[in-house]
């Protein structure tokens, strides 16, 4: 089965990770960068700050667009990884893994709709 890995991380993450010195630093990323290179990860992207969003939306019709999210929210997204495991509870255990779980962040784990 499919499954995409939501990392979701707020201010305490992001304080957590610019307060370590820059090897650290250079560690934690080197630890993304060797979770993309897992067997099974297919796929995996950092996004740009919530606040570099556009919403939109239609309404009657009409295309409306919104910068910034839709929503203020305590913990943004702020990458993914796509994971092709044998079971949830693998896909739990790269989840656990990923550095933003120990951080402050949360990892949301959800299998992908394969049509």
Do not use: C, W
């Not at 650290?24 to 740009?48: C, M, R, S, W």
């Not at 910068?67 to 943004?76: N, R, S, T, W």
């Not at 092709?84 to 656990?96: G, K, S, T």
């Amino acid at each position: 089965m499919k499954y995409m890995l939501l990392i979701h991380s707020g201010g305490e993450a992001r304080d957590r990770f610019n307060d370590l010195s820059e090897v650290e630093q250079k560690q934690i990323v080197d630890e993304y960068l060797a979770i993309a290179q897992t067997p099974g990860v297919f796929g995996a992207n950092q996004l740009h700050p919530a606040d570099t969003a556009t919403t939109v939306r239609v309404e009657g019709g009409r295309t409306l667009m919104t910068d910034g999210p839709f929503i203020e929210m305590k913990e943004a997204l702020g990458g993914y990884y796509l994971y092709e495991a044998d079971n949830l509870d693998v896909a739990i255990e790269l989840a656990a893994r990923i550095p933003a779980a120990r951080m402050g962040g949360v990892i949301e784990v959800r299998p992908v709709v394969e049509r």
